[in-house]
């Protein structure tokens, strides 16, 4: 409901956007197919044969729209598809609930302002664009079991691909929810010849698409996700790492934003919207005793079952009763233990809640004259679009189409036998969202660079990039370093002054940047805004200091001493002190810092503050 702007902001967002734009890069033959060679490039292009799926068939949409427009316009295009494919698929399923096109359209609406569906779609998760597909997966599976469709596999089989290829939460969950909507669905026949093999035969032949689309799928994924084997998270994650990243109940229906506990906002008008369902539907089995009145009983009830069920595994360690539900999902079900956001189990949410709406709906109808349900629909629908209004904050994010700094390396790479390879400062891990900055400006100039941006990071790049290579975070290069680099092929460095937070260094960015500026191997090319880059150069080269006005280190770091490892120390409150509070030591106590890396540079000191008369 605030639309604030943004420039550049790094996220999730600009690296999905990255894997899109080298989808279409693929398609017009300008980076070889499967090739990712732009980032985690430490050598040759030929080792960064990647073969995947790269967000199969969203990126397709991607690459449509970008052939007629800029990234930013296919960007937003390929994600209002999105939501209104969500929209569609969910109208559908509900229409098949209802004869009545209002409380259908309700449902779908409701699909498509759940706060969630936003969150995740403009957070740049992979999980926004594939939520789509859970409505779709419903769909098919529910023509394919009640109507004996084939057609109906084929959707449900085709949309449990496209999850695969899409965002393994989705997947993971999508194929959970199959042989439980299978159920479901059944519950919902007319009749069912339970006698006649033929009876098991046509439905077994409805459902064979989906079941050779969820192999396929199966295969897709291990391929997707075979790199983790090779990484920390091959054996789960542990509880408290999923802690970290677990939502608590408050943020059910908090009006406010706190931490991600935000992301479950389930609001009050669903929840009074399910109770009323169940119980006038109870109403109605108790009264008319006919089975299609106890069948939509029996649904409505197994809704709000699962809906329950759902919420309980997203609080994860912190659902009810300590969270014995999440603890035993992980036991039972494979791969569970994998799941570090328990709040991604959201993604079924929207397509079951709109079902559940139309079901309310629908029971409330038939107490109520035509132009009084025709009321109640609209203040539903008017209910919801107010409340998730509040819940929706979205940003207006700019982004570049060129920089004079990632532009002077290409220009000056084309005397070179080399194509242009950059290593990008701040050096990270390769889990930090800050590269996805990285990664737009180098796809403007297809420049490969030693940086990437990924979840799971290979031991293997920690070792041979990270580790020797940290040093240059303070613009510490030494001779050998420089030559390693080009070996490599790597000609180049480039600062981002502004994505240069306290963890990169316990100094500022202005020491780094001189650093570079005065290093006898290092040679200025070009700035452009808080972007600086330079050219290693084979010797070294007599230059005129560039930053003699810059002659002191002042420290990013404050390690208050109450914050540190304590032994034997006594806390003490105190108002006139630094931070508010004091360690008295005596006798043999002792305090303890963490180890600070800070390489090669001149005249380093510790400024201790302490009181007292104390040695």
Not at 192 to 205: E, G, I, M, T
Not at 331 to 355: E, G, S
Request: hydrophobic letters at 50%; one cysteine or more; proline letters at 5%.
């Amino acid at each position: 409901n605030q639309l604030a702007s943004v420039h550049m902001m790094a996220g999730d967002h600009l690296q999905f956007m990255y894997y899109m734009w080298i989808f279409s890069d693929y398609l017009s033959g300008q980076t070889p197919w499967f090739h990712n060679v732009y980032e985690f490039n430490t050598d040759h292009d030929a080792d960064r044969y990647r073969p995947g799926s790269y967000y199969f068939p969203f990126s397709l949409g991607f690459s449509a729209f970008y052939a007629v427009g800029n990234r930013a316009f296919a960007w937003n295009m390929i994600s209002l598809a999105t939501l209104w494919l969500a929209a569609y698929a969910t109208w559908r399923l509900c229409r098949r609930y209802t004869d009545h096109d209002g409380i259908a359209a309700t449902g779908a609406l409701l699909a498509l302002l759940f706060p969630y569906q936003w969150i995740q779609l403009y957070g740049g998760s992979p999980a926004g664009f594939g939520m789509a597909l859970i409505p779709v997966l419903l769909l098919g599976l529910d023509r394919a079991v009640r109507d004996e469709r084939m057609a109906g596999g084929w959707i449900a089989g085709v949309a449990l691909l496209s999850a695969s290829m899409t965002d393994t939460h989705v997947f993971f969950f999508g194929a959970l929810m199959v042989p439980c909507w299978c159920i479901v669905a059944f519950t919902q026949r007319k009749d069912f010849a339970w006698r006649k093999v033929v009876s098991y035969l046509r439905l077994a032949l409805a459902l064979s698409p989906v079941v050779l689309m969820a192999v396929l799928a199966y295969l897709q994924a291990q391929l997707g996700t075979r790199h983790i084997k090779q990484t920390a998270s091959a054996g789960g994650r542990k509880i408290s790492e999923v802690a970290l990243f677990s939502p608590k109940a408050d943020g059910l229906f908090a009006w406010h934003e706190i931490d991600v506990s935000y992301h479950i906002y389930f609001g009050f008008l669903i929840t009074a919207l399910l109770l009323a369902g169940f119980v006038t539907w109870l109403i109605h089995a108790s009264k008319k005793r006919d089975r299609a009145t106890w069948q939509i009983c029996a649904l409505m009830s197994m809704l709000v079952l699962g809906v329950s069920g759902i919420v309980l595994l997203a609080l994860g360690p912190f659902s009810p009763f300590e969270g014995r539900a999440f603890t035993a999902a992980r036991k039972f079900i494979p791969n569970y233990t994998m799941i570090r956001q328990t709040a991604k189990i959201y993604v079924l949410l929207p397509a079951l809640l709109a079902l559940g709406v139309t079901l309310t709906l629908t029971g409330l109808k038939a107490w109520l004259p035509r132009r009084l349900a025709g009321l109640l629909v609209v203040v539903v629908a008017m209910g919801f679009a107010v409340e998730y209004y509040f819940q929706s904050k979205l940003l207006l994010g700019f982004i570049d189409d060129q920089n004079g700094a990632y532009a002077a390396v290409a220009d000056d790479a084309k005397s070179m036998t080399d194509p242009a390879h950059v290593v990008v400062v701040p050096l990270w891990p390769g889990d930090s969202h800050y590269t996805s900055v990285y990664q737009h400006y180098v796809s403007l100039y297809r420049i490969r660079m030693i940086n990437g941006y990924r979840p799971f990071v290979p031991k293997e790049y920690i070792d041979s990039v990270f580790t020797p290579f940290r040093s240059i975070n303070h613009g510490v290069l030494s001779d050998g370093q420089i030559d390693d680099l080009l070996r490599r092929g790597i000609h180049f460095v480039i600062l981002h002054e502004d994505l240069f937070p306290e963890k990169v260094s316990p100094f500022p960015v202005t020491t780094t940047l001189r650093n570079l500026l005065e290093h006898p191997r290092v040679t200025f090319l070009a700035q452009d805004g808080p972007v600086w880059s330079f050219r290693l150069e084979p010797a070294a080269v007599a230059r005129a200091p560039l930053a003699q006005a810059w002659p002191y280190h002042f420290p990013a770091r404050r390690l208050e001493a109450e914050r540190q490892d304590n032994n034997g120390g006594k806390r003490m409150d105190d108002p006139a002190a630094s931070g508010g509070r004091y360690v008295v030591l005596s006798n043999d106590a002792s305090l303890a810092t963490s180890p600070l890396f800070a390489p090669m540079l001149p005249n380093l000191r510790w400024a201790l503050r302490a009181r007292g008369q104390g040695e």
